[in-house]
RNA sequence: GCUGAGGUGGUGGAGCGGUCAAUCACAACAGACUGUAAAUCUGUCGUCCGAAAGGGCUACGUAGGUUCAAAUCCUGCCCUCAGCA
């Protein structure tokens, strides 16, 4: 029901197919963020034109609302939001571990912790209705279970980089516990289940080479049916990204696939990560940038590291009638101009926010099919040299 | 023509003797965006010098006046709006 086969590698990185019970993720491959069973802004045919090929939701944001019994109701988040496609869930971690600290990335005013972490679990407060709840590895695994995810994610907890060696060592060892319980409890749930979810270990340790390889070998030991990279270094900057990737970049095994937790740093970024042996990632600034304004572009449209291969459709001309990329096959590159672009996103239209944001999946998936290729054809370094050089 | 209200920075709109280069919002410009509390957030925003601290200059329709001190008080003029002729 569940497995994944590498059929080409060029260097680490791997072409490869992930079979799920809802169909098949070519790989390498992008999975939007569809964290409250929505890709913002997007239906489901619109992602399916945009060649999305699996999308992630997220335990945390559905547990609160609309709650699981909702979800049970109608046979998982996937059906719920008429995705019939292959998905993936996030444990929750992430939010109430990281988001909630009380100086976090995203918000420039501290505020009061709203979530108590102990080794039992996470306490925390609605961000909604302010109600109390405690998350477990435990809990994460039941919640998932009826989210129905194909993929689903160990409960552990990542920590912002600030945070002091005292607090990031005992955020390690507390991970390596949850992902244990995650993975008992998985154990059980699967007996009971129709289809299979492959349960992915999260590895932690950032740049740290001991920390990476100790929690890597954990993960293997524990024969999780996939891997996924955690922790800010996995993030926005891709000379560190590749940095923390490398650290175990030789350990990865060829009957896994391997997924980087919100990686970004644009196409510069996953050219590295792919190089060093990522098969799935998500991110969230792919549709967030969308919404502000900021697309994605091909080196043919002026794309180059400089510029992170983004344009900002706000400083297009008044009056000018090009598409927004001349190799892009999307509807909105297709059918409209810069300049009903520029006009849409001036002045605050919706409309704007959904046509940058299929372009932007449709360019992230396209990009991606393009580095397959590449590495299908033994051509990935010149792939690679032709975007970054 | 009479009566009333009012004229403030790119715009709307506060301020009604000193703490005012002037709250705030919008626009504009620049920037950020990691497993989405993000259609969000941050910075700049009279002008000149400075990296900054800070300093200079010019400003609240206009011309005068009162006062140690005026966007704020008084007078003339110009203009806008509402009501009445």
Known sequence: MFSFEVLETDGFARAGTIHTPHGDIKTPAFTPVATQATVKTLD?????????????A????????????????FDGFAPFMNWSGPTLTDSGGYQVSFLWEPKNIHS????????????????????????KHLLTPEKSMEIQDALGADIIMAFDQPLSLSSSEKRQNEAFIRTLQWEERSFRRW??????????????????????VKKRQESLQFVLNMNFPGIAIGGATI???PAITKQALETIVEMFPNNKPIHALGLG???????????????????????????????????????????????DTKKFKKNDRSPLSNKCTCTTCKEYS?????????????????????????????????????????SFSDFKKEWTS
Do not use: W
């Open 44 to 56: 489901v045919h619109e992602l399916t034109k945009a060649h999305a090929q699996a999308v992630l």
């Open 235 to 237: 993030g926005s900057d």
């Open 58 to 73: 997220n335990t945390y944001h559905l547990y609160l609302s609309p709650g699981i019994e909702v979800i049970q109701e």
């Open 108 to 131: 420039k005013t501290e505020r009061a912790a709203s979530v108590k972490i102990t080794d039992e679990g996470a306490l925390f407060r609605s961000h909604i209705d302010g109600s």
């Open 265 to 311: 740093g644009g196409p510069e970024g996953i050219l590295n990560a792919v190089s060093l042996g990522i098969d799935t990632f998500d991110n969230t600034s792919v549709t967030r940038m969308a919404r502000t304004g900021l697309v994605f572009i091909y080196p043919e449209d002026g794309g180059t590291t400089k510029n992170k291969f983004r344009i």
């Open 338 to 378: 810069r300049a009903y672009l520029r006009h849409l996103m001036v002045n605050d239209e919706l409309l704007g926010g959904r046509l940058l944001s299929i372009h932007n999946v449709t360019f992230m998936n396209m990009f991606m099919h393009e580095l397959r290729n590449a590495i299908l054809s033994k």
């Open 187 to 208: 154990e059980d749930l699967q007996k009971n289940r129709k289809n299979f979810q492959a349960l992915y270990g999260i590895v932690q340790g950032e740049t740290d």
